[in-house]
């Protein structure tokens, strides 16, 4: 692995936004039965290995795919592109990396088309395709709507062990960074960047990696996320309710984290703003400051830092997970000796209820 | 303290609602910026000690008094009786029962007329009113509305170490029981009481007391409640919010809890249920449940169930605190020997980020 | 029929609540997919005539029965008294005052016991039950929720020719009146009375009656109303939509009107006021100020002042209807002499699309 | 006026997106009040006779200009391009059009550099820059929101006689088409297009032109539209609502249209969908469907169909308005010889209450 990643000649790809993702999950029909039955996605089609489904205002084929395997992972971070020539970019943009680069003509899932899939220079599957079956758009269709209804994919959230380099490359494959977290130091723990004009298509948290962080939707309103959890809670499913619902600070926008049957997280996210200026200002917030990941300074459970879903080379095998060699965001903030602040002048402590779980010696 | 307390042959008087509570704040002018700059009440009055608030649907003169005090406490938990004769009513009442009972035919605030005051079985300082002045009901005056905007005062909450024996008292003063947590072996923790038809006027929260536990206003909708914590984040005063926002399980409202500058317990609630038959049946709710105190699962603070505010007797000194004998509800569901469950007949321990805070052996 | 109707020496019955309308409909298919696959509410019961419907909030049987008849109408507006002698107290009441009374311990719906039905003062058909089935509260049943879902049932209201006739009548039967709406020579046009402590629990509304004008439901919020024409307008059915949604003048509630397979209007409704005090302040409203209906102006459509449904006698034959002898609400206000103000005190026109649909003149 | 308008050599510049509208108001002071008192926008800055206004999520220095001035009437609608040389490209294209075409360095206001000014082939004073203040994005700062909070400029909407030849023109600028109303004999009553990819930065709507339809701004969730009618009740401004709210069949998105004191008319929109994609599908709706302008069947007053601002040329002069010859959307669905609706397959007239205002016929 090069550090930093060098920048190919060959131009990259025009990549329009993240479109799907491929997840490979234990018991296909428990899968099934909560990403339809408990959040409402659609189905567009399904066999027995695997189920297509898509939100409410999609019109391709789908936005995640169910696919039955023996290991619980990612087997695809899938980029739609503008042109069907850009396929032929990213072949010579990865190549010129020195990246494992496949192509299949027709598709590595129903309904897409010519494709392309690489193991990209940070150990992540990423997919590219341009042509897609075009489905029925949804967004008319109210009578389908449920309280907690998914309307798009919004997002990809990847863990790696070094933000920075993962970050360059990124620039590269043509994405802008929209906001991150950092430290006094300059260590940067996390970075956002985006190809459509919203925070993100997809985020570099720093940790273990490679390694799934999220996927995310979009609701309309916040109270379509509240819904979401008041009806896990019907269901007796509240343990599938790992972090919020709360407001970000990063991003702005208003959020939910569940953990799927395998523990896969996906999140639930409404109402970021527009970044389409190439000027767009960057955000960088102090990782000390207790509002950057919770705006109402709620602490980040531990597991939200730890956990993450493994990814798949191209032959289906799990990717071996590096070390974070810098300091996890989790020990500089909620750890032995780490610190956060509500107001970055007091000298005061928090309040207990805002120091965050298993901060040492807070156990009753 | 007889245990139970006897029922009066004196007939109760016909309380209406809880009205207004009188706080005692140790810094007028910070508690003033808390209750009008930031969540929005609305000033019908003011003077050099004390300032009248009301909420936006109000149209009696206030809904709660900050009065300048040398110790945060509060003064008054005040409801409003049906008629000027129910005055007569509790004075028996309250005499009969041997309590410290007072009147003030003038009020002891200012919009306030005939009062009768006591020190009641529990320690608390009750008042009783009906004289009243009118002012202006805001409910049309959206040009005052906030995002967050508080419209109606809707609860008291109150700690007792005896809570079977503070509602039986409580239902000798003609409150009706809507909801309660138990456990197996009958110990009571909480009961929620009405007079109005929403799921109560005050509730009895077991643990050191007499103690005050929270007053909470109501908002219309629940994105009213998140706009508020939303403010804080923007004034750098997270740090005020201490649980949620959430779903509750008792009462099915939508909350959050802050935290006044000198530690009295806000709630901001929507969205109870209809209460008025005579038969409204009764929710018990298992203190092992982890769907009781949040639909979501989300873990208690330790600190909501540790502190609350100090309440004053008929001279103004603080009330004696007494120990609650029987297992705290921290104790039963997050100490070292507690559990709860998502679903009652799991065997499965729940996932750690459910598990709550400070839970014995789970620090970093 | 005397005017002022006698003020009877019994005393009235205490009434808890509006509790049930009974609809005669002329297509039982058509309807119960109106109400229950377009509005959502839940079937407790149903057989070959009738279907027995209630809101998620409710506790006892039905809110609404839907039967099989010949005719469309309404053959109940059923309320809940507060204990079995109550029933007693109804018959002495209605006797008094020379109605027709009939009693049925078994009652005149499932789940519903002994029961008293009269033929009022007005010719309305009301009835009132204490015994009752308890049914599940589904409050907590999130996974039943619709984006629309109908919490309670909320208020009937009624057509009536002489408003201050039918106000006394109510009042004499234990109702208080929160709100009406007057003109400058003290011509009532229309009055909200209540029981339990919102604005209303019946509306007498003036025009050629007794016919029932409509029944209305609850829901949590504002968007939830809005999911309701969302979901109309997915069914091609948005020509259910009679007028609305919009915000009322009178009660400061959120409103719409739909009219179902027979044209019975529903109403929907969310986010009006406590009135519980006795001294609650009324709100009297001018006829001519443009905001007492819609507060924001917009126009009410002719069909509302002038369709309602037909009321049956205690044999289920259509009562007759009487004219109204005063001036009527539409022609005041849209007719060809009627003017609003948006302000008072302006002496210019309204602006055209504030003026009103079929405004003498205004045609193309 | 060449019909088509002939397709320039010159490449079109790269338009990002609708930035600002600048807007000639008779009284600067009230219309001031209306922008910044009662909508909520935010001053940048102003002087004697030009304020400058900015949404809270914008981070370039206004979204409108109110300019003091003898006409009521459009200076400009201002696109953002993506570089500098994208004027060099704006002049050259519009140039070869034979359009008007001036330039100025310092810009046309304050805050903005380098702009091009030209009157388009539709006699549109078209603006386009690069340069420009960066001021705060006041996305965060919840202490300054409203209830009815505007968070983004959203589009513009123009008026003008022949809607193909402006959409050609259009696409020429780089415009994609999203959706379009016809009649079953091809004629285009209106189109929808854009740069940034939601529904549209501008659209094309037929009728005597050039003339400005209306300028939108964005909420983030419906219920802040709906704050906006409130506020405007409580302010006795309801008559500033023309139209609405409703749900659009056009764009999905939710809405509301308002008119200035000088008549300028503004629509508050939120919601619509995702249009990033080249392939994103076009909605073509046939002008005879009752939802297409609102979903929810609602009839439109008859001045949203026949008013408009007038626009200017690069003197300050109001431009001559051009008579459509083409049907109107009016005549053919709500005037003596239209029709419209709800369900295609139908015989069956629509209620009166969908057949809209002033309806031949339909008078009282
Ligand atoms: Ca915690
Ligand atoms: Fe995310
Ligand atoms: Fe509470
Ligand atoms: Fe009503
Ligand atoms: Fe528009």
New interface residues.
Partial sequence: CENPTPTPVAPAPDI??CAYMELVVTDLKKSRDFYVDVLGLTVTEEDENAVYLRSL?E??HHNLVLRQGPVAAVAAFSY?V??PEDLDKAVAFFTELGCRVERNENGYNKGIGDSVRVTDPLGFPYEFFHEVK?VE?L?????????G?L??LDHFNQVTPDVPRATKYMQDLGFRVTEDIQDEDGVVYASWMRR??TVHDTAMTGGDGPRMHHVAFST????NI??I???????????R???G?G?H?VS?A?YLYL?DPDGHRVEIYT?D??T??????VVTWDVHD??RRD?????V????YTDASLVLDLDGNPQPVQKRDEPSE?SVT???DGFSY??QADDEE?????Q?????????
Avoid at 350 to 354: I, N
């Fill in positions: 329009l936004r205002e019109f391709i739609r503008r042109t075009h758009r967004a008319w269709r109210y009578d389908l709507y449920t309280p209804a309307v798009r459509k004009p309309h309103e916040k109270h509240l819904a959890c008041d009806k896990l809670g019907a269901l007796r499913m509240s343990d309710i790992e972090r619902p407001r600070g702005n208003f953990r109402q703003y527009y389409g200026d190439p000027d767009n200002p207790n509002q705006w109402w300074g709620n602490p459970v531990p597991s939200w989790m909620i750890g032995a509500t107001r928090m309040p207990e209820y805002k965050g779980e298993y901060k040492l010696g807070h156990q009753l």
